[in-house]
């Protein structure tokens, strides 16, 4: 009866994590002078399937959701160093559906997902600079790091399959390095996500806690820059691990390992203002979301004290 309900509470499924995990930034280490703001509005749209890799008794499970996110950057001196901060907010609205024992089922979910904070710094390459000492500086190798932070303020209901929210804490340090020769860039991150036990996972007869095991990732980038602020990219990452357990038993088909490949767009049209756009997919899926995404975000920034 354990097993039996062990596998049928994999369904439950968080689309924070899943869009978290995706995440494809392509230059997210190159600085930027000091007191720079921007704010950013972006609308992400996901289309696909959902590999459970025969854990549970579902299939032609799929997912058509639109993701609008608020998102917030702000560069500063860290000890003579650059470094930034971002918060994002997002929101989510979207249909699943799938054959549970020969029967069609389909849910409508929207609601808020979880909120996302990242503290990036740079270690080597990159020193604070104003403006008028930035237009002057010239990129070569870049080293840094960051930590971002999933906060559990997304919609959940431990009585529901399909969640917005982890209802749990969520980690990643990672390290990042960039380098640039002329017109191109090269970008390459490694880090790993951590995440505490969600108290109340959807289980039968009752919810139960449900750990996981840490998830590591790898992240690249390949870009050109046209003139400045405008730029394309190919991107591309691989990550590994996230077993989960059901009151500690632990389930080891859900072991996730995946990958994304894709292209990103940014063109500026106005002394403060930019378009960025993106398109990725599933490129090996063995347990997870294989969705196609389509992502596109306005931008407004400027350099001051004040904002």
């Not at 500063?76 to 054959?99: H, K, Q």
């Not at 609601?111 to 600079?129: E, I, K, W, Y």
């Not at 403006?131 to 190798?141: C, D, L, P, S, T």
Request: aromatic residues 16%; proline residues 5%; contains cysteine.
């Amino acid at each position: 009866m354990r097993m039996c309900r062990t596998q049928i509470a994999v369904i439950a499924l968080s689309l924070s994590c899943i869009a978290t995990a995706q995440d494809l930034a392509p230059r997210a280490y190159v600085i930027a002078p000091e007191h720079s703001t921007a704010v950013n509005l972006t609308w992400s749209f996901y289309d696909g399937g959902l590999n459970f890799n025969g854990t549970i008794p579902i299939t032609g499970a799929t997912g058509t959701y639109s993701i609008p996110t608020f998102s917030l950057f702000h560069t500063f001196d860290f000890f003579g160093r650059s470094a930034n901060i971002s918060v994002s907010l997002p929101y989510g609205v979207g249909t699943f559906s799938g054959d549970v024992f020969g029967k069609n089922k389909s849910i409508y979910r929207s609601g808020l997902l979880d909120f996302v904070g990242r503290f990036s710094v740079n270690l080597m390459g990159g020193p604070a600079m104003q403006a008028r000492e930035f237009a002057k500086w010239k990129q070569k190798v870049i080293l840094g790091a960051s930590i971002k932070i999933v906060a559990p303020t997304g919609q959940y209901d431990p009585t529901k399959l399909v969640n917005w929210g982890i209802n749990r804490w969520a980690f990643k340090p990672e390290f990042g390095y960039s380098e640039r020769w002329g017109h191109w860039v090269l970008d390459g991150y490694a880090g790993v996500w951590f995440y505490t036990t969600n108290p109340a996972y959807f289980d039968i007869p009752k919810p139960e806690p449900q750990t996981e095991a840490p998830i590591g990732s790898f992240e690249g980038h390949l870009s050109y820059t046209f003139k400045e602020r405008a730029w394309a990219s190919l991107d591309g990452n691989f990550w590994w691990g996230g077993i989960t357990a059901l009151n500690s038993i632990r389930n080891l088909d859900t072991k996730q390992t995946s990958s994304r490949v894709g292209v990103t767009v940014s063109v500026p049209f106005t002394k403060h203002q930019s378009i960025k756009a993106s398109y990725s997919r599933g490129d090996y899926v063995r347990f997870g979301g294989d969705y196609h995404n389509v992502q596109v975000g306005w931008q407004y920034s400027w350099i001051g004290k004040h904002w």
